[in-house]
């Protein structure tokens, strides 16, 4: 199985440019969730979708936007990258409430 | 909003007990998980706990929740170098949509 899979791994992008972060995900859940992880800050919720055709704001969202157009994948999008937005990001995904999240390898992205 | 916190680092002997702290916020946390990170890959999940119960045992790890004081603890037995990692604890809000992560714990096992 290959459970949460992210792409691409690694990127370096100028500031203004654009990306999308994919997240894909075989285990049929209906919540997935985008993180970034910044050093002494842990994991910070950006975007969310507990289904298909859903998307909620988590509690970094400003300078993304999301999709879920089909269950089993989740995108995150920079419409004009920032350097702050330098991280590395974070998909997981989950059958329901109360279930095991599983995360992906990680996106570690770099705006210059 | 949810915040959970925790110490930045904890540093202890090989074969010693280790005991990671969390405190959070939300009294009504349903769910509460302790995720374990190597470095350079994703979170794997250690072990979890239903905010009904007070403690929770599983082979070298033991969980113990205090719901009083919204405390939540990890408790690593006969700690090896393998178990050196970063250590975030989460949990599920109410609603049980988000799931909210602390700022880990960086673990570092001495031989």
């Known amino acids: 199985n290959a459970g949460v899979t992210q792409t691409p791994k690694f990127r370096v992008l100028k500031t203004g440019q654009s990306m999308t972060l994919l997240c894909a995900q075989d285990m049929n859940h209906e919540y997935m969730y985008w993180y970034r992880q910044d050093p002494g800050m842990g994991l910070r919720l950006i975007h969310y979708?507990?289904?298909?055709?859903?998307?909620a704001k988590g509690e970094v969202p400003d300078g993304y936007n999301v999709s879920r157009l089909k269950k089993q994948n989740f995108l995150l999008g920079l419409e004009s990258a920032a350097p702050s937005q330098t991280s590395v990001y974070f998909c997981?995904?989950?059958?329901?409430?109360?279930?095991?999240?599983?995360f992906g390898q990680g996106t570690r992205l770099t705006v210059v | 909003g949810e915040d959970v916190e925790q110490s930045l680092f904890l540093s202890v002997r090989e074969g010693d007990s280790s005991v990671i702290n969390c405190t959070y916020t939300d009294s009504s946390s349903t769910y509460l998980y302790w995720y374990k990170q190597e470095p350079g890959a994703g979170l794997q999940l250690l072990t979890y706990i239903f905010s009904n119960m007070d403690m929770k045992q599983d082979q070298r790890l033991t969980v113990l929740l205090n719901k009083k004081d919204k405390h939540l603890s990890l408790r690593i037995a006969d700690t090896q170098t393998g178990d050196s990692a970063i250590y975030f604890c989460a949990e599920t809000n109410n609603a049980g949509n988000m799931l909210t992560f602390g700022g880990g714990t960086r673990l570092m096992v001495k031989p």
């Open positions: 979708s507990v289904g298909e055709g859903t998307t």
């Open positions: 997981a995904s989950r059958w329901t409430v109360g279930t095991e999240a599983f």
